[in-house]
């Protein structure tokens, strides 16, 4: 007997505040992929701002080429030709560096949301079935959405707004320090050291007020979302104004915390304003003083002004980009956080394709649990030989569904091992194990899209003829064919456009498409009505025979054949045998058919009663 141990429960993610840097870390990699692109970027950005920079350079030399002086007089002035052509090149430069800077860098950008959106999409896929059934859909695909959209905001605020301004900066400040005296320089540096001192400060402050809007906004379009998916729910209980009011009460707490938001943005623009303005005045003070004492030209006065507004705008709009940035890190961080999730089933590092001989299933003495504190199987041992069928029959609540699940592999057993030909499926690929396996569920969840779509869902990139094909055999293409759009025919969110029957059906066409050596059937006809579910019976048995098929069941009627039928309760096996075996036994398995048939015969009475009724009351 093997026995294996494993652990069940899934690692926690980390949950503390990730660190910018790490999550910089993260990006890095996805944008340097693009290496030639991102330096030819840099170069066009750095002759822009060189550009720039000589613009107001250029209208000093042409004001003092027209400032009168005893020297010369209005009458020895003439038309500086050269300058003002130079004037026009330095504009238009600026302008072709910058858009070539963007068209080359437009790809790196767009790549990177798209690779990084595309991993966590399969990190998420990857993830557990643990992971998922605790999950809440709308807040995971608003991360994603605003993570990604964060990403194109770190990247074009960093390229665009601060890598420039910093060039900017310190192309001015060179300028400064060599032409003029120290004054200037030393306002302009102590400006922007108090400058960005304040803006880090204030928008740190801020930032725990845009990560309490984000759990917010999360949580309104989690419970927006869950409320719209129960649509018909909430009309049958007549809820709509208690599902707009618990709506309501996530969106106020939302509008609270963008007012407190709100408000800390305007002290922190206030407080930018009021050092830019002081600046902005000192060196004006120090450029006229220079003027009047005949130290600098009107030319100089107008170059010190020309810089402080080509910087002024850029710096105030600095501190935007600040608290952008910020609050992309924030977006980022819990994008990057669902890529923390770890997962708990993964593929062994020697793990090799499932072979296929004869697709002998068998669950070897398997010990399950969710939970450490609560065990769901007890050394389950069972065999399912090649091309037959094994039913498991029980109580709700006794594991029987949970078989299917450690069969797919959402789950690793604690104890034991399954085996299909041999072969444990915890060394296998798990995506050759589920290739080899087709399931037909209780509840049938179908893709907001077209019978097509749907079916051909089984084996994607099958052809319109095999779609057709495995409808015929479904007993579902005279219905499709009927309906105004075909197989075109969109069936709604979950299918809900379709009847349960209908459903079902579909889902044996994608099983039969698929065409896998092991089946599965999770009590695929229990939420039938009698008439429908002798149907689909029929055809689950037709594609069953010569497969290896495993049926839980909850109608003993429908697994009457079965070859082997076992019995469980309370997560172990208590009967097994053939169905005229188990009621020989007298056992659990014969008081359960006892009842069930008694049902079935009231059932059955109330129909002829009524039949009876109708025919009396005829004239």
């Not at 002290?267 to 003027?291: C, D, E, H, K, P």
């Not at 188990?582 to 009475?605: C, F, P």
Request: aromatic share 8%; charged share 20%; glycine share 6%.
């Amino acid at each position: 007997m093997r026995r294996y141990a494993s652990h069940n429960s899934e690692p926690p993610a980390n949950q503390g505040t990730r660190n910018d840097w790490a999550t910089l870390k993260m990006l890095f990699p996805y944008l340097w992929a693009w290496k030639w692109r991102v330096l030819f970027a840099l170069f066009c950005l750095v002759l822009a701002k060189v550009a720039n920079v000589a613009v107001p350079m250029l209208m000093k030399e042409l004001i003092d080429g027209l400032t009168i002086t005893p020297e010369r007089p209005a009458t020895l002035l003439m038309l500086p030709a050269g300058l003002l052509v130079a004037y026009g090149l330095l504009r238009l430069s600026t302008t072709a560096f910058t858009e070539l800077r963007e068209f080359f860098f437009a790809r790196v950008t767009q790549r990177a949301v798209r690779n990084i959106a595309l991993k966590v999409f399969r990190h998420l896929h990857a993830l557990s079935l643990r992971f998922h059934l605790n999950r809440q859909t709308g807040g995971v695909t608003r991360d994603i959405e605003r993570g990604t959209r964060g990403i194109s905001s770190l990247v074009s605020y960093t390229l665009f707004s601060i890598l420039p301004t910093l060039v900017e900066i310190s192309l001015v400040l060179g300028y400064l320090s060599i032409k003029y005296d120290l004054w200037f320089s030393a306002i302009t540096v102590v400006a922007l050291v108090v400058y960005i001192g304040f803006t880090v400060v204030v928008t740190e402050w801020r930032t725990h007020f845009r990560r309490t809007m984000n759990d917010l906004d999360s949580k309104a379009n989690v419970r927006a979302i869950d409320s719209l998916l129960n649509y018909e729910t909430v009309k049958y209980f007549g809820n709509e104004e208690y599902e707009a009011q618990r709506y309501d009460e996530g969106l106020q707490r939302y509008e609270q915390a963008a007012v407190r938001s709100q408000n800390s943005l305007s002290l922190l623009n206030t407080g930018q304003s009021l050092i830019i303005a002081t600046a902005v005045s000192m060196m004006l003070w120090r450029a006229t003083l220079g003027v009047i004492n005949g130290s600098m030209s009107l030319g100089d006065l107008v170059l010190v002004n020309a810089f402080m507004i080509q910087l002024y705008i850029p710096l105030n709009f600095l501190g935007v980009i600040y608290r952008e940035l910020k609050q992309s890190m924030a977006d980022m961080e819990r994008m990057f956080s669902l890529l923390d999730q770890h997962r708990e089933v993964a593929d062994a590092t020697s793990a090799l394709p499932l072979k296929i001989a004869s697709a002998e299933l068998r669950f070897e003495h398997v010990d399950f649990s969710y939970e450490t504190k609560r065990q769901i199987l007890f050394d389950i041992d069972f065999t399912v030989p090649a091309g037959t069928t094994t039913a498991v029959v029980g109580h709700s609540g006794s594991g029987k569904s949970t078989l299917a699940r450690l069969l797919f592999r959402f789950y690793d057993v604690n104890n034991g091992a399954i085996l299909i030909d041999g072969q444990d499926i915890r060394q296998v690929i798990q995506t050759s194990l589920r290739q080899s396996i087709g399931i037909v569920p209780q509840d049938t969840v179908l893709f907001n899209d077209t019978i097509e779509y749907n079916i051909a869902y089984g084996r994607p990139g099958a052809s319109h003829d095999e779609v057709v094909a495995a409808a015929r055999a479904a007993y579902i293409h005279d219905f499709i064919v009927s309906l105004p759009d075909g197989y075109q025919t969109t069936v709604g969110e979950r299918g809900l456009k379709l009847s349960g029957g209908e459903k079902q059906r579909v889902a044996i066409a994608r099983t039969l498409l698929k065409n896998p050596a092991i089946l599965v059937f999770d009590e695929a006809t229990s939420a039938l009505d009698s008439q429908a579910e002798q149907a689909i019976q029929a055809q689950l048995k037709e594609i069953a025979r010569d497969r290896t098929t495993l049926v839980i069941a909850h109608r003993l009627s429908t697994i009457a054949d079965a070859q082997q039928i076992l019995v469980m309760s309370k997560g172990r096996i208590v009967e097994r045998g053939n169905h005229a075996q188990l009621l020989a036994a007298r056992g659990m398995y014969a008081d359960m058919w006892e009842r069930q048939q008694a049902r079935q015969d009231e059932v059955d009475a109330d129909g002829e009663g009524h039949v009876a009724e109708v025919a009396a009351a005829a004239p």
